[in-house]
């Protein structure tokens, strides 16, 4: 069987006593590293109890029995008797805990306290506010709906309609409890060819989203199929008028097309120089 | 000094060579697990070359130096050569892919490619859209904005104002990909007792989101001080009158004081049954 190319899809759990985030993430990074095996995944959050426990060793048992395959469980199981009950499952049980925990104890000079998913609760009550106000901070500067607060901003991005604004600011909201606003240029800003006024004030702030003219097209008619805004000139020319402001301003920007929001997302904190918040947990106080 | 509390905060480093969003995740789960310990965090996306590598050697090493206490890098470094750079620092090197992948070429008999970060690249693109469209539809849908494409709503989240309806609903789109409306219950409709006539319909998709009364006013004390709006009873007066709606209509909810936002979100995909997208990169063809 090993030498075949298996028609069964390889099962995967991604299983924790809290949430399952981080044993999801952890794992689809390690299976992304085997492009051409199929996998078939379920994450099982809160298997916090016994009996939660046994129930997925039953589903892992049923998904072997039913695939002839040998299953794999990606988990973050601080809990050692629950995850000793996952371990006699017929999976290939890989668990964070285990693997870290004994070289950390060893540096550290500590015992773990063994609790999984500490990092997703909240322990740092006014970081976690501050995450809380990012996001309403960036909900309200969406689209240039206002421009009012923007000296309290960590960054505004700027970029034609559908570069990616939106969805990148909420991300830095949400991830890295960052104020991000988003503007957009328009076809008059493009004509005039100078930038916004409401925003060239705020000129060290800003940071350019760009696309590839034909992926803009193809994002563009999904929303409105057949229009003039959709049409690959239209595309071609707001790119490059863009493109030309921001080489004029020397506003720094990305090419997002072949990019995913987290990509984009870490990108601009990096090249803007920003300090990422994320979880709530950790003494963020210094760069070592 | 090892039986000392170090006055010195431990200094960690999250390294990748994509993002960092995976080592980050995992990093603050396996610190978490030793509350006593202060840590400084800093986490360097984009180690993608040679030079960066020994960039961050130095770094590493002077941070060791400085603190006269030995680093944590934790990485998701998945190409070898620059892995074994950092490894030669005088941090403890905790890498994923160092650690787990052995075994899962054992188990799946095939080798694994070793490209750090694919798992936030774009690889299926119609999954990556549908993540986009489901923050539009949360955006568009937010605060009872609109209701009028209610029919595609995957969740609707109901509640008091600040009870975390808003970011509750951009993570269900963000990291899961589910279309999440919310609905804030108002005065009005808790004086009436009744439903809103406007959701009504869409009733087996409602989940509710309460808080506690002492919160609530803590957290709209921040938004308008010394209102009404804010106050201890006014927050007692719609959480009973929230409670009370989602008992009569059987309406689920759960109580997010101490909840995370990534808990909520979780937590909700849990109780209403509803399939988490996650990241866009496997195959989520089937439960096994």
Redesign the interface.
């Known amino acids: 069987m090993?030498?075949q190319i298996p028609t069964q899809?390889?099962?995967?759990?991604f299983l924790s006593n809290?949430?399952?985030?981080?044993a999801?993430?952890?794992g689809?990074?390690?299976?992304?590293?085997?492009?051409?095996?199929?996998?078939?995944?379920?994450?099982i959050?809160?298997v916090d109890s016994e009996k939660k426990a046994h129930q997925v060793v039953e589903?892992i048992n049923?998904?072997a029995a039913?695939?002839q395959l040998?299953?794999?469980a990606?988990s973050?199981m601080?809990d050692q008797h629950i995850s000793q009950i996952i371990g006699q499952s017929e999976a290939?049980f890989?668990d964070?805990?285990d693997?870290?925990?004994p070289?950390?104890e060893q540096?550290?000079?500590?015992y773990?306290?063994?609790?999984?998913?500490?990092?997703?609760?909240?322990?740092n009550q006014s970081l976690?506010?501050s995450?809380?106000n990012a996001?309403?901070f960036s909900?309200i500067h969406?689209d240039g709906m206002t421009t009012k607060r923007y000296d309290q901003t960590d960054i505004i991005i700027v970029g034609v309609s559908r570069s990616g604004k939106?969805?990148t600011c909420?991300?830095l909201a949400?991830?890295f409890g960052l104020k991000a606003a988003n503007y957009p240029i328009t076809e008059e800003d493009m004509d005039s060819e100078q930038m916004p006024a409401s925003i060239s004030h705020y000129h060290k702030r800003l940071f350019g989203l760009t696309s590839d003219p034909a992926r803009l097209a193809h994002?563009r008619e999904?929303r409105r199929p057949n229009s003039r805004y959709a049409s690959i000139e239209q595309c071609r020319f707001e790119v490059r008028a863009a493109e030309q402001m921001f080489d004029q301003y020397r506003i720094p920007y990305i090419n997002t097309s072949?990019?995913?929001?987290?990509?984009i997302a870490?990108?601009i904190v990096?090249v803007a120089g920003l300090h990422?918040i994320?979880?709530?947990?950790?003494?963020?106080?210094?760069?070592?």
């Open positions: 090993s030498d899809l390889r099962p995967v759990f809290r949430t399952a985030i981080t999801e993430t952890l689809q990074s390690l299976l992304a590293q085997f492009p051409d095996t199929r996998f078939t995944s379920v994450t959050p809160f589903k049923t998904a039913r695939t040998k299953p794999i990606i973050t601080a290939l890989l964070v805990f693997r870290f925990l070289n950390l540096t550290l000079h500590a773990s306290i063994h609790e999984s998913g500490q990092s997703h609760r909240i322990s976690y506010e995450r809380i996001i309403d909900m969406d939106t969805p909420l991300y949400l991830q994002i999904e072949l990019m995913s929001i987290e990509e870490t990108k990096e990422r994320s979880q709530p947990m950790i003494n963020h106080l210094d760069v070592p």
